[in-house]
């Protein structure tokens, strides 16, 4: 099923955002944002996305420690995950990006 077909079908059904999931697996839309991140911070030491509004792709949560992250303040942090999800933010309700750089 496609991410609009999801996002869709989440804002039809207004149930979607509150039923947790009960699969280990990761959704599409987990999957694709995990992708672009990956590329877009090949130097990642640690990311996870999880699918917080119950699977349907409406809102996410974000982790990724990077050195590219390195002297650059949160906001500024903040602003190249955004950047890098520019196309599927677009599609969101909401995004929880949390930023951290790795320990030396």
């Known amino acids: 099923m496609s991410f609009s077909r999801l996002l869709h079908r989440c804002k039809t059904n207004v149930l979607c955002r509150y039923v947790p ?5 990761q959704t599409d839309g987990e999957a694709r944002i995990t992708q672009i991140l990956k590329e877009k911070f090949p130097l990642a030491s640690s990311l996870k996305v ?4 119950g699977g349907c792709g ?4 974000i982790h990724i420690e990077s050195d590219e992250f390195r002297g650059k303040r949160t906001v500024q ?3 190249l995950v955004n950047q890098a999800l520019k196309e599927e933010i677009q599609a969101m309700h909401g995004l929880r990006i949390f930023t951290d750089v790795p320990q030396k």
């Open 50 to 53: 999880v699918d917080i509004s």
């Open 58 to 61: 409406a809102m996410y949560e």
């Open 21 to 25: 999931r009960a699969f280990s697996t």
């Open 77 to 79: 942090q903040h602003q």
